[in-house]
Each structure stands twice: as C-alpha cells, then as structure tokens.
C-alpha cells in the first residue's frame, strides 16, 4: 500500500493536534471495523472557525485526514465547511489507497457532528440533507 508524500506528510507532522477547552462545537466519529477514532474541536466567533483541533486514534491515514480536514476548515465559514467533502479530502492528499478511503469519510463526518454539535447547542436548525453518522452500519463507505 503506497502512500502520498501529502499523506505521510500529515502523518509525520499532523496539524491542529489537540482540544479546544472552550469549544463551540465537538464532533466524535469512530469506526468499529477498523478501530479508528476521531475528535474535532470547534472555536467559531462570528460564523467563522476561528480554530479547530482534533485528537485521533488510529492508523497514519485517519491521523493525516483529520490533519487535512482540519487545514481545510480553518477560517472558512460554517457553511463552506459543512460542505467538506471525503473527496476534497482525498485530493488536498494527492490520494489515498482504496482501503484507506473510509478514513476520509470518517473526517467528513467528524466535522460535521462538530456543526451539528454547534448548531444544536445555539438552537440553530441544522440544514436540511446534513445528517449526522450514527455508525448503524459499521461501513463508512457506504455513505
């Protein structure tokens, strides 16, 4: 299994590493097949996130998504970042081998559970057609 240098990059030096005490929005996401879990940290002031962190435990490919997820988040708006996609991810990563792609997906998931977490908190209606992973099948890439 070939990685990018993108990849091993964002698993050699991850970035955004750690929590937000304060935060405004965490998300969590696991799989249970693989064994990976994922945690993001929101700051947002003025619909912006100001900052975003993530703790992962899993294998380098679920490290280096969540590092470029978070990269792709940051300053960016609530809404362009609930449009991150597994796909972008995956990109902004020059690739990932096909039994790697759940780990992207699981970053996706992970940033919106943090929105999602945001908007319920503030009693903001989470838009319609964003739905939240609740795990029931075990297989992230099937979403």
């Known amino acids: 299994m070939a990685y990018s ?27 249970a097949k693989c064994g990976d879990i994922m945690k993001i940290y929101l700051k947002i002031d003025n619909n912006r996130i100001e900052d975003v962190k993530f703790n992962t435990f899993g294998c380098g490919a679920a ?6 997820a978070t990269e792709l988040i940051k300053g960016k ?10 796909k972008a991810v995956i990109e902004a ?15 996706e ?8 977490d945001y908007y319920t908190k ?11 992973c609740t795990s029931c099948c075990h297989d992230c890439t099937a979403h």
């Open 5 to 31: 240098s993108a990849v091993m990059e964002h698993f050699a030096n991850p970035r955004n590493v750690g929590t937000i005490e304060t935060a405004d929005g965490i998300g969590e996401v696991g799989n």
């Open 93 to 107: 990563l020059d690739g990932l081998p096909p039994q790697k792609i759940h780990c992207s997906v699981l970053a």
């Open 77 to 86: 708006t609530v809404d362009e970042a609930l449009g991150l996609t597994n």
């Open 122 to 132: 503030n009693g903001i209606p989470t838009p319609e057609g964003i739905k939240q």
């Open 63 to 68: 490290i280096a998504t969540s590092s470029m």
């Open 109 to 116: 998931e992970a940033v919106k559970a943090a929105i999602i």
